[in-house]
């Protein structure tokens, strides 16, 4: 009786959505309540592991939507911060993008050098030291730095992917994640993109469904109905950089800005109640809270003339609105009325493709990180 051949390598698949922040984003950064819900938007990483460990152990890396693929030895990666408890550490990060500069060709976009770093940091901080070599191929339907929690979704992730690789270098068992703690180092890796995360952008990619967040997922909320379209502007923007704008504002203007935060959270307190009724009872509602939602985001300096002229189209059509994430450019979103018909989202859809604007229907809610083991 011949032997059963082991395959020589393990291949798996993680998934993470995007997020779509409903109402409250700044705000949430200082405490207040947002609301917010995955996206069937998705970012996946294929993984796979050589387990015959013959020759020098490697990180392949493709970053397709980057266009951009390396090579990182292990050996030289071989700072182990593993085991400690999720922090950023800022020394590891200084000799990690020593040793990426040193890999990469010059003039390497900041971006792909980010998405490196953040790749590097938690392969350090979660698996350590081995001897493995392992590929890491890297697509996503999440449009990059436009609001939609690419950044979230990539380092939730990278996180999930790294908790399996340990498990599967020490362990023949069964990987059960633990959402916790991927999500606890996903909010690190937020932190070196983006300074002052609230953390709810990891946290609705971790968990997925339609949540309320304030400091963590305090509730769920269900949503009968909701028709939404989601809109591109096409504006470039950084939310490192919106969010530092508004501290500025905020320490400026202390007693001008908190008011402005406390209407956004009492928005929010409104929007989750009234989410969770019939979606005929509603609707007028949610177009007030939202437009107010807008235009004190607009007040504290977040918005953008595109997304004033998304707002504007969506009421003029009927529809509710408002511009989500950090704003500065990057995505707004339409509520449909639940009586419109098809015709009239038609018509604002060709109105807002003539703007110059891309839009597409999206879905609430959808499940949270998920792994898949690929055969064959
Ligand atoms: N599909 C991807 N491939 C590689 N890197 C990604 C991908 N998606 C996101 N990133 C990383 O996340 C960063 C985007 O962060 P950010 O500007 O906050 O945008 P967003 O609002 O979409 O989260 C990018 O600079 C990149 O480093
Ligand atoms: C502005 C903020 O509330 C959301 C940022 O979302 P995004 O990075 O634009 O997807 C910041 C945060 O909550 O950390």
Not at 120 to 133: K, Q, R
Not at 146 to 167: E, K, N, T
Not at 272 to 296: C, G, K, M, R, Y
């Amino acid at each position: 009786m011949g032997e059963t051949q082991e395959p020589a390598f393990r291949k798996f698949v993680v998934r993470t959505p995007g997020k779509l922040i409903l109402t409250g984003e700044h705000a949430v950064v200082y405490g207040k309540l947002a609301l917010a819900a995955s996206v069937d938007l998705t970012t996946e990483m294929y993984l796979t592991l050589h387990t015959d460990r013959h020759g020098s152990s490697s990180f392949l890396v493709c970053l397709e939507d980057l266009k951009f693929e390396c090579s990182l030895p292990l050996a030289e990666l071989q700072i182990s911060n593993a085991g400690t408890a999720p922090n950023l550490d800022l020394e590891l990060l200084d000799k990690l993008k020593s040793l990426i500069a040193s890999r990469i060709p010059a003039g390497t976009n900041h971006t792909v050098q980010m998405s490196l770093l953040a790749l590097c940091f938690l392969y350090c901080s979660i698996v350590g030291n081995s001897d493995a070599s392992f590929e890491l191929r890297v697509k996503s339907t999440i449009p990059i730095g436009a609001g939609l929690g690419s950044s979230a979704a990539f380092s939730v992730g990278s996180s999930a992917v790294f908790h399996l690789l340990h498990h599967h270098l020490s362990s023949q068992g069964v990987f059960v994640p633990d959402l916790d703690v991927i999500n606890s180092w996903a909010f690190q890796c937020e932190k070196m993109f983006h300074a002052t995360p609230s953390g709810i952008d990891n946290a609705v990619c971790t968990y997925g469904g339609v949540v309320k967040y304030k400091k963590a997922v305090i509730g769920s909320v269900s949503i009968p109905e909701a028709r939404i379209l989601l809109v591109n502007t096409g504006v470039g923007r950084q939310t490192k950089l919106l969010v530092e704008a508004v501290r500025q504002k905020r320490n400026d203007f202390t007693a001008i800005m908190d008011p402005i935060l406390d209407s956004i959270d009492q928005i929010s307190c409104k929007m989750a109640e009234i989410v969770q009724l019939p979606p005929d009872s509603n609707f007028s509602a949610i177009q007030e809270l939202l437009s107010t939602n807008h235009w004190l985001l607009a007040s504290m300096g977040v918005s953008h003339p595109s997304l004033d002229e998304i707002h504007r189209l969506a009421r003029a059509h009927g529809q509710a609105g408002k511009l989500t994430g950090a704003g500065g450019g990057g995505l707004a979103y339409v509520w449909l009325n639940p009586n419109c018909s098809d015709d009239q989202v038609n018509a604002l859809q060709q109105q807002l493709t003539l703007s110059n604007f891309t839009c597409w229907p999206t879905r609430l809610g959808v499940k949270g990180v998920q792994i898949e083991e690929l055969r064959n």
